[in-house]
């Protein structure tokens, strides 16, 4: 059966028509392909495959016998001896299975496939980004890492070629590490424009390797003006269609409901019992919601012990030869378990976990009877519509099962309901073996719902011994994300911070100051007092913010589009909480509004004297790889952070063996000289340090203390929802997007000038304070904090001496000026200053002791 052509209609006719969208190519394409819609903000349609066995339920052989076919030609392209050399690398999810049948075609060579789960104590040997996919971020988790160390050809298998930019990423990352001669990309369709094909042989001179490309199909996708939006208005029209129909949408491929006529199906299954009255589409057998649930029970299949159920860590031919050993007897205990009389029989792998159940049906066809179909199930969201030109006619909703790393979501099953199978073999791993799995809207349930029949098997999940780690928990939290930790919106930003919002750490600035200075505490053991603006300062702020948000803007550009050029072009944004997380967002949002770039941002703790967040390290370790990683923060001062940073990092990588991290900090501004990264080096007003958490998502300075942050805990901070009244956080983040368009040409103008200049830090700033320190009597660096951020902090949380201003200052320190005038500090002129304004704290404070009248703040 072509399971492209439903009743003559090309099961992707139904996009093509109303999109636009036209395939052209190799006669062949047709049949490989089809289409549907995604629910996806990135790229408004689906190549939907129908020999890969993901979303199109395929005999098992057709699906095999595919990547077999290429990875022989992968063979005679290479030779024997480059073969016998070659390692194998397959994308999650979609094409783990096909990247391991290519090579069992090729016959010798190991085989990886990227992961997006993350294993405790395997550290990655790898990673790169899915600019179009909804999960984008890829893992390499080799139990040998020697595995991609070699110099023999990489092999690299997706299911198809859309613009090659998943290779690029994947070879730009390991090209870097383990630069080899040789790599070839293999794929069942290459769909590439032209101009994409040529960026990949530009990209391949520009690094002195060969790549060679083996696809059984090309061809290109013509995609007219305005697509996405269009295929956003298809989704929101049909999706909500869908939603209102109480329709299980539950008719079989090549079964119409009707010619000419399409529904869009409901995009969530039916339940058992549906209430009375709930409209129904036409189909060709009773909606399941007018039956009981199918039987559900369980085969061991007796899986080989220590064999890995994929190519997670590593599968290599010695493993190959040991399943297929043993594959017969599990395809007769499986067999011995289905139903009597069964005619049509799925077997649905589980995401990434392709091959294991791919095998299996294979071996299942060969031995009974009756029609054998499999597919597996998805992270991946598709519009389901009921019309023989659709490629997604059902599709079942169920919750994750796994515990993902990035948190529950749904997951789906395409074309199984009502497409007439008598029983279906859900193949899973153990870690997904999970209550979640079994629950009322679990996936098996769901399947019972619409099949007769549900037999489970479960493959144990390999996991490697990990490498003499030190104990340490199994995992790490998730970050915390706003509305219930800050004010952010949860795509913003992750907190890898605990909430300590119901412990009371405030206490009063004096008394703050002097146990600090004293040596009694740590300035991060407790918080000064929060403390919500007068009118007057907030007009401060909102005038300063008027005045500056172009220049912040341009600020936020440059240092951006510097980060994409020269640190990676997918970076990991990790702001070292508070001040620099506001600018990690303002940079999140250019890349995004610029570049279309969904980038991941998380703010971690690093507190002078203690260093960063350890804990927060193995967390960006085992969830990104760390050479993508970019810190952020809002100015450099001295450069004391910049340095502590730098030995921090150095302490953590020869601690745990974990390498990459670039402690070179990204700044918004650098008046201090001490990076090379950032997008000025003038020291003006960035009117986020006027205020404190109202500014900064209402969340507090960090807290590092013994009693409350254990040896496995992040640091941790305050959420003050109380100030909810007073916040501006987000006002001023869209005060500053909403520049980005008129600076645009100023950024770019700016990034080519930089990049031509001599960055090297000169660490003047640092120069400066010691000799402030000197000439004041000062005798600690600690306590001269240069430039407008910093001083601004002095007056808001410590206790000030004085404040130095260059002459001729102007409107920069207006702000500042009000708060030295309600403490009642002396502003003090200065001629030569290579700062705008620096704060001295008071040097040997003692209660009553502030400079002039012992004020407290009073903002």
């Not at 290109?220 to 697509?227: A, D, I, M, W």
């Not at 008046?671 to 986020?688: A, H, K, M, N, W």
Request: aromatic content about 6%; overall charge negative.
């Amino acid at each position: 059966m072509n399971h492209a052509v439903n009743d003559g209609v090309w099961s992707g006719s139904w996009v093509a028509e109303r999109l636009g969208v036209e395939l052209e190519g190799d006669d062949g394409l047709p049949a490989l392909l089809g289409l549907a819609l995604r629910r996806n903000p990135k790229r408004a349609h689906l190549l939907v495959s129908n020999v890969l066995g993901k979303h199109v339920p395929q005999s098992p052989s057709v699906v095999y016998g595919h990547g077999i076919r290429l990875g022989r030609r992968v063979r005679e392209l290479l030779g024997e001896q480059e073969a016998a050399r070659s390692v194998v690398l397959g994308y999650a999810e979609t094409a783990t299975g096909l990247g391991h049948a290519v090579a069992d075609g090729l016959g010798l060579a190991p085989y990886l496939h990227s992961t997006r789960r993350p294993v405790a104590g395997i550290a990655p040997a790898g990673g790169f980004e899915e600019s179009h996919s909804h999960a984008t971020s890829h893992l390499l988790l080799p139990e040998d890492p020697a595995l991609l160390a070699g110099d023999g050809p990489l092999v690299l298998v997706d299911d198809e070629f859309s613009t090659g930019n998943t290779v690029l990423n994947t070879i730009r990352d390991l090209h870097e590490r383990y630069p080899r001669r040789r790599y070839v990309v293999v794929a069942l369709v290459d769909m590439r424009s032209p101009g994409d094909a040529g960026r990949l042989r530009r990209f391949a001179e520009g690094i002195g390797a060969r790549v060679d490309l083996v696809a059984a199909a090309s061809g290109t996708v013509r995609l007219p003006e305005g697509v996405l939006e269009k295929g956003q208005e298809l989704v929101a029209r049909y999706g909500a269609d869908a939603c209102g129909s109480g329709a299980a949408g539950a008719v079989p491929p090549g079964r119409a409901s009707g010619a000419g006529r399409a529904r869009a199906a409901e995009p969530r299954d039916v339940p058992p019992r549906a209430p009375a009255g709930a409209h129904e589409p036409d189909q060709a057998a009773p909606v399941a919601s007018h039956r009981s649930l199918g039987d559900i029970s369980r085969v061991d299949l007796h899986w080989p012990q220590g064999l890995p159920d994929g190519g997670r860590h590593g599968f290599t031919p010695e493993h190959r030869a040991r399943l297929e050993a043993a594959l017969a007897g599990m395809a007769a205990r499986t067999a011995d378990a289905l139903p009597a009389g069964a005619q049509r029989v799925l077997v649905l792998g589980f995401e990434e976990l392709m091959y294991a159940p791919l095998r299996l049906a294979c071996e299942l066809e060969r031995l009974i009877p009756a029609e054998v179909r499999y597919s597996t199930t998805t992270r991946s969201p598709v519009l389901a519509v009921d019309d023989p030109g659709y490629a997604i006619r059902t599709r079942l909703v169920f919750p994750a099962h796994d515990d993902p790393a990035d948190g529950p979501g749904e997951r789906y099953a395409y074309n199984v309901a009502g497409a007439g199978f008598d029983a279906v073999v859900a193949v899973v791993d153990s870690v997904a073996d999970t209550p979640a799995l079994h629950a009322p809207d679990g996936l098996t349930a769901r399947l019972a719902a619409h099949v007769p029949h549900v037999l489970l098997a479960v493959v144990p999940s390999y996991v490697p011994e990990p490498l003499s780690l030190p104990e340490r928990p199994a995992m790490l939290p998730e970050p915390l994300r706003g509305p219930a930790f800050s004010s952010y919106a949860p795509e913003e930003v992750g907190w890898l911070l605990q909430d300590l919002s119901d412990v009371t750490l405030e206490a009063p600035t004096e008394e703050r100051e002097e146990a600090i200075q004293s040596g009694g505490a740590h300035y991060a053991e407790s918080l000064p007092v929060e403390y919500q603006p007068s009118e007057q300062y907030q007009e401060l702020f909102r005038t300063a913010l008027d005045a500056s948000a172009a220049r912040i803007a341009q600020a936020v550009g440059v240092v951006t589009e510097t980060v994409l050029a020269e640190r990676s072009p997918r970076p990991v944004l990790v702001s070292l909480a508070r001040a620099g997380t506001p600018v990690g967002v303002l940079m999140r949002r250019w890349a995004q509004d610029r570049h279309g770039l969904d980038l991941p941002h998380y703010a971690v703790s690093i507190v002078r004297g203690r260093g960063i967040d350890a804990n927060a390290l193995r967390w960006l370790a085992a969830h990104h790889d760390p050479r993508d990683v970019v810190f952020v923060d809002g100015w450099t001062g001295k450069g004391a952070i910049t340095r502590e940073l730098a030995q921090a990092v150095e302490e953590f990588e020869a601690k745990e063996g974990v390498t990459g991290f670039d402690p070179e900090i990204a700044v918004l501004a650098d008046p201090g000289s001490c990076v090379r990264t950032y997008g000025t080096r003038e020291d003006f007003l960035i009117p986020s340090a006027c205020l404190n958490s109202t500014v900064s998502g209402l969340i507090s300075r960090t807290v590092l203390r013994a009693d409350l942050v254990g040896p496995h805990d992040f640091h941790g901070a305050k959420f003050y929802r109380e100030l909810a009244g007073a916040d501006v956080s987000v006002a001023f983040l869209d005060a500053v997007a909403a520049r980005f368009p008129e600076v645009a040409g100023a950024v770019g103008t700016a990034v080519k000038e930089l990049m031509a200049e001599d960055r090297t830090p000169t660490w003047a700033g640092w120069q400066a304070v010691e000799r402030i320190s000197e000439e004041y009597g000062i005798h600690d660096v600690n306590l001269v904090k240069p430039g407008v951020g910093e001083t601004t902090r002095v007056l808001l949380r410590r206790v000030p001496w004085k404040i130095l201003a260059k002459a001729g200052a102007g409107a920069d320190l207006d702000h500042v000026r009000l708060l030295a005038e309600q403490r009642g500090v002396p502003v003090e002129e200065v001629g030569e200053l290579p700062y705008t304004c620096v704060g001295l704290i008071h040097p040997k404070y003692t209660r009553g002791a502030t400079g002039a009248d012992g004020k407290a703040v009073n903002l």
